[in-house]
């Protein structure tokens, strides 16, 4: 399985993964299995589809990774959001329930679940007709991943209700569907404004959030309404909206007064509004250029992090469930070389395992991969382009052991904890790491 441009694809490619419509997210324009030919990929790049997951026997153990299910349940959630959106755009005060959204919530989570090793984020996979429509199913898809990995953590910051409940994202998932629904009721200059200038402080748009809250007050459970209210708090109370206290000035909230659901859906958010800075075109209007790379977006929530304005313990999350650079991914290395990624470590973000493009066979059809070089070892190397642009200033390293390490989690009272599994498994891998590798045979 190796992901590439559209403009790159050959007649003869078959897909490893379906390809959703542009304009209709729940329709699914080509199955797995589909094989390419000249028309169909000039349809595609007509339509604005940049990339396409192609199958290659030399990377088939890739395929582990992809789940068809997973994208056409994250489709029909993209649909049915898209008809909400379209009947608020044209009556703001609309009365309707949003209990319809939570089979659809529900049904990615499931598929989500059904295979841990595809429960990863492997980029653009969907890209709806609008930037709210595609931001709110990515922000939502990427809380859900965060909000699964993060079962402990989520009853350490739940003490008071049963730990079953807890860990259950649900409301998390519906929360971030409908983070972003107050900018619906902005004027449009004020969205053009924030898509020009990006400026938090701009009193009208930071009106979104009470917008949001009253549109989903007493019709969502309290947890979900809070992500809404709460997604662009800080922890170091430089986030917003201020709250009113029975003394003293109103201020935002800090730190462990921010629910947790928020605290998730404020990562992702901010991942997302980094991997797609839109142009001014719009809030329902098509994005017409391509994402940033992955690790772009990961380094700077990392600055976001260390400077102490969003969650560590759920950034860790987001380095489990994100590779800075996906399998299948083509990337080129400090010494020229081009390479597939075939390997990701999450302690280890910015260093995954390649494996050198040789070139293709006789016919010119089927590529030949070397053999694997793990970059986390080779510290000679490293990927110096991706997406077809320069990421070499864009990777980071852990400033401290366990910065990135989702099984080191920190708890009240500053101290980190591990679950005994967990901590077993950390003895034994203390030497070689955790790896999401190809087994020796296969990788050979």
Request: proline share 7%; aromatic share 8%; with cysteine.
């Amino acid at each position: 399985m190796l992901r590439i441009s559209t403009h790159r694809a050959m007649p003869g490619m078959m897909l490893a993964l379906p390809v959703l419509h542009p304009h209709k997210p729940g329709h699914v324009l080509l199955k797995p299995n589909a094989t390419l030919d000249d028309y169909g990929i000039k349809a595609l790049e007509e339509l604005g589809i940049h990339e396409l997951w192609i199958q290659y026997p030399q990377t088939e153990f890739l395929l582990r990774y992809s789940n068809p299910n997973l994208i056409r349940a994250h489709g029909r959630l993209a649909s049915r959001l898209g008809d909400c959106f379209d009947r608020l755009s044209g009556d703001i005060f609309a009365q309707f329930e949003f209990g319809e959204y939570f089979g659809a919530v529900r049904g990615l989570m499931e598929a989500i679940l059904e295979n841990s090793e595809a429960a990863i984020f492997l980029g653009s996979l969907l890209d709806a007709p609008s930037h709210l429509l595609t931001h709110s199913s990515h922000v939502c898809y990427l809380s859900l991943l965060m909000g699964l990995k993060l079962d402990s953590y989520l009853i350490t910051e739940r003490p008071r209700i049963d730990p079953r409940r807890a860990q259950n994202v649900e409301n998390l998932g519906i929360g971030a569907l409908f983070h972003d629904v107050g900018v619906l009721r902005l004027a449009p200059e004020v969205m053009e404004r924030w898509f020009a200038q990006r400026d938090e402080n701009d009193p009208e748009f930071r009106r979104h959030v009470s917008y949001g809250f009253d549109l989903v007050r007493g019709r969502l459970p309290a947890t979900a309404s809070a992500a809404v209210l709460h997604h662009h708090q800080r922890l170091d109370g430089s986030g917003f909206p201020s709250r009113r206290r029975l003394q003293g000035p109103a201020r935002a909230l800090a730190g462990r007064e921010i629910h947790i659901f928020a605290r998730i859906v404020a990562i992702a958010e901010y991942f997302e509004r980094l991997r797609h800075p839109p142009k001014p075109t719009g809030l329902l209007g098509r994005r017409e250029h391509r994402p940033v790379p992955t690790v772009r977006a990961l380094a700077g929530v990392l600055r976001e992090v260390r400077a102490r304005r969003l969650d560590a313990v759920v950034f860790k999350a987001l380095c489990a469930c994100v590779p800075a650079y996906a399998p299948g991914t083509f990337v080129t290395l400090s010494d020229g070389r081009s390479c597939v990624v075939t390997g990701w470590v999450p302690n280890q973000p910015c260093r995954p395992t390649v494996n050198p493009v040789l070139g293709f066979d006789v016919d010119g059809e089927e590529l030949r991969l070397g053999d694997p070089i793990d970059l986390s070892r080779r510290r000679d190397l490293m990927i110096v382009e991706a997406d077809g642009q320069r990421v070499e200033r864009d990777h980071f390293e852990p400033q401290t052991p366990g910065e990135f390490d989702l099984r080191l989690q920190a708890f009240p009272g500053g101290l980190m904890a591990m679950s005994i599994e967990a901590e077993a498994r950390a003895m034994l891998e203390a030497e070689e790491g955790v790896r999401h590798d190809p087994p020796a045979a296969e990788a050979a």
